[in-house]
């Protein structure tokens, strides 16, 4: 009897030692996407691109001096604009020009309206203004090599040329533009300050179009 009696015993604790085995580990549940989590996935840092053929963004333009030079009392120069946006986009007028200080301060210059380009040419971008809309197809912006699809040129008459002037000299030292439609402007550097009056009509807009 007392045999019997440890015989069951020992079977009871077996099963109860392989039921524990069987049941070793709790399986893990799958946690659910929240939304906090699928907005963080989805949300892109890249902004979109604006379509062809919309103004452009001066973010996406880029200027530089391409050239200087003088001539009969007057200074020109030559700055280049391209579209570095990776589309097609439009430039509607020629651009408001502004020198500013090293601080980055307006000067006030005025600048004088140039010669609207005859009709039915001949046209040339660094000698008249050409008040048609622009279209800047994509490009790279590598001063010294590719000098800009856009010509922008400035006549800037020397001050031993013009009357006394009561105002002070003042130092140009880089040029910024701001094309219509767009919000910022293109600030382009210039090598070595331009010596400006502000009482005069020193500055005019001497060509303005697509570069040849």
Known sequence: MIRTLLVGAIVVAVLAVIACGGSSS?????????P????????????????AG????????YGALVLA????????YTLGVTSVGGVDCILVNPPLVYFKDAAGADLGIPVGAGTDCPTGGPYDPNACVDEDAVDLPPGAATPGVVNGQLS???GVTDI????ACPSPNVQAHFITLRFTGTTEDVRIGLPADIELLTCVNQVR????????
């Open 152 to 154: 922008v040129t400035l």
């Open 69 to 76: 030079q003088g001539t009969a009392g007057t200074e020109y």
């Open 36 to 51: 906090s989590t699928l907005a963080s996935v989805n949300d892109s840092s890249s902004p979109t691109p604006p379509p």
């Open 160 to 163: 031993e040329t013009l009357v």
């Open 205 to 212: 807009l001497h060509g303005y179009g697509p570069s040849k």
């Open 26 to 34: 709790p399986s893990s549940t799958p946690t659910a996407a929240t």
């Open 54 to 61: 919309s103004i452009c963004d001066a973010a996406n333009l």
